[in-house]
């Protein structure tokens, strides 16, 4: 296998250089100025469509996806790539739908939007479960995910070195992003976006070079979709072992929707960067830029993961190579999953060009940190620190404030990373336990946008009831997928906060119900152009693998 050579070191370091000066070059600040929360929390209102729709895929993909999702890849075939495309799709429907409520309250957090539909009770418990859920589920898995393709890369892939690199990211992504806040993020992204894709389309054309013994791009595509036809379905029949992870038909018309309206529409690390856009028609074009990009993204994190397989099982005329079972096999005897991507790299990626391939992998892992960063702090502060302990509090200030809970939350997810090595495929770990709370999560949001009748006693109710819901829903003694759960989970807290708020409602509309205009809706016609585009591309797609 070859190992990290000293060019690979420096084309690495030039990597670090490069996006520590941007990041500390765009966190500057004129002199006889201080950074204000605006400045701090959403780039001061100045990103542009591109830089928009290319922080939001760099915010998006991580170790989750290059590793998690090539692991799963591995494991279930492309069917997992609906998480990307149905992405685009949802994309588009909430530059058009929620977006123009959004930006026009001029918000900071989605928290914030909750306060002034409901109440103040019902915002900060979902500030509460949203810096949790940063913290214990996304931090945390996106640490120990990228030390895991590290240490698969550059050590000696036993585990031994993934400590050290927890730390190392740790200190990489906050090195920029506690000083400089969402401009230093947003602008950096920008950088490592274009490094993803192209480190990604480079692994995954050098690897399939190297499926056949005669290698070429072309036969080896042409021998993976001959030999694994069956991990290029989308739609996975019921006797598929990884069904109850994508149950059919189910995942486009059920739980999927829940999870991306919820990922796409009402996560603070993602909604920052629109909420931050110049105007309302500059962020829905960097939506629908980035809904492209989601198209792409399969080729270079699922791909691989099928590649892998393919070397793994060794069907007749597939190149042979020594050991690679034991490179998959765990300790207890089971398949690794998550080294498919960081083995693919580090068996077959030529000095020179893997240090920019791991320079890529690690641009997606620290984007990710410092967005998750950047919001948990964001919601901390303006949504629990300013109100309960610094009403009066001026800007300069909670921008210190917003620092110190940056440092605060990085220190409990490298600390609580190591205990995430048992888990067999971690980007079904990350969907399923964020499954517990986003179901309650949207049907507060949808009710409160589009049913006037919504009360705050039926939203805190039901989002309070979502959770033993799906607790219920896991633990019942007949075996459900985890995307159904989500959905069943979605209805039964729709029908609990419809109830309760028609049981309580003093007169006919919540007086803090939004007015819906038609003018809300209207959207530029290269939007219009694009969505039509992206919806033609999926509809090919799906037909083609279905």
């Known amino acids: 296998m070859n190992t990290f050579h000293t060019l690979d070191y420096i084309v690495f370091a030039a990597y670090g250089i490069l996006i520590l000066s941007v990041g500390l070059w765009v966190s500057r600040t004129k002199k006889g100025h201080k950074k204000t929360t605006e400045d701090y929390f959403l780039a001061g209102k100045s990103l542009p469509w591109w830089a928009i729709g290319a922080s939001l895929i760099a915010a998006n993909i991580s170790a989750e996806q290059f590793i998690g999702m090539s692991g799963s890849g591995f494991a279930i075939g492309l069917a997992i790539a609906s998480y990307e495309w149905m992405s685009a799709l949802t994309l588009i429907i909430v530059a058009k739908y929620f977006l123009p409520i959004f930006i026009k309250q001029g918000l900071y957090t989605i928290p914030e939007f909750v306060e002034r539909r409901f109440n103040t009770q019902l915002k900060t418990i979902l500030a509460v479960f949203w810096i949790g859920l940063f913290i214990f589920v996304n931090l945390t898995s996106v640490l120990f995910l990228g030390a895991k393709a590290l240490d698969t890369i550059l050590g000696n892939g036993d585990g031994s070195t993934i400590i050290l690199f927890i730390f190392g990211l740790a200190f990489f992504a906050a090195a920029y992003s506690i000083w400089g806040g969402l401009s230093a993020v947003a602008w950096t992204d920008v950088i490592q976006v274009v490094l993803l894709v192209i480190g990604g389309l480079i692994t995954t054309i050098i690897a399939l070079q190297h499926v056949t013994p005669d290698g070429g791009v072309l036969s080896g595509l042409g021998h993976v979709y001959d030999v694994a036809g069956d991990k290029f379905q989308m739609i996975l029949k019921k006797d598929n072992p990884e069904y109850m992870n994508l149950p059919g038909i189910g995942v486009l018309i059920g ?292």
């Open 255 to 546: 739980g999927l929707w829940v999870a991306n309206l919820y990922y796409w529409g009402f996560n603070q690390y993602i909604i920052q960067r629109a909420l931050a856009a110049k105007s309302l028609p500059e962020a829905q074009k960097g939506l629908a830029y980035a809904a492209f990009l989601k198209l792409l993204l399969p080729v270079f994190v699922v791909l691989p993961g099928i590649i892998a397989y393919v070397l793994y099982t060794q069907p007749a005329g597939t190149a042979i190579i020594e050991n690679i079972q034991q490179v998959f096999t765990r300790p207890d005897g089971g398949i690794n999953y998550d080294v498919s991507y960081p083995y693919l790299i580090r068996s077959f990626i030529p000095v020179g060009i893997k240090g920019l391939v791991v320079a890529a992998l690690t641009a997606a892992i620290v984007s990710s940190l410092a967005s998750m960063l950047n919001s948990t702090a964001t919601i901390f502060t303006m949504d629990i620190y300013k109100p309960y302990f610094a009403k009066k509090e001026n800007g300069i200030n909670l921008v210190v404030i917003g620092r110190i809970s940056v440092i605060v939350a990085l220190i409990i997810a490298v600390l609580l990373a190591p205990t995430l090595s048992s888990m067999p495929q971690m980007f079904q770990y990350i969907q399923e336990y964020t499954g517990l709370v986003s179901p309650g999560i949207l049907a507060v949001f949808l009710m409160g946008l589009f049913w006037k009748k919504t009360s705050s006693k039926g939203a805190i109710v039901g989002v309070i009831a979502s959770i033993p819901i799906a607790l219920l829903l896991k633990v019942l003694p007949i075996e459900m997928p985890f995307l159904d759960q989500m959905f069943y989970t979605f209805a039964l807290t729709i029908a609990t906060i419809l109830m309760v708020s028609l049981t309580s409602a003093e007169g006919d509309d919540n007086p803090k119900g939004i007015p819906l205009l038609k003018e809300f809706f209207k959207t530029p016609k290269s939007f219009n152009v694009s969505a039509y585009i992206i919806m033609l591309l999926l509809a090919l797609l799906y037909t083609v693998f279905w």
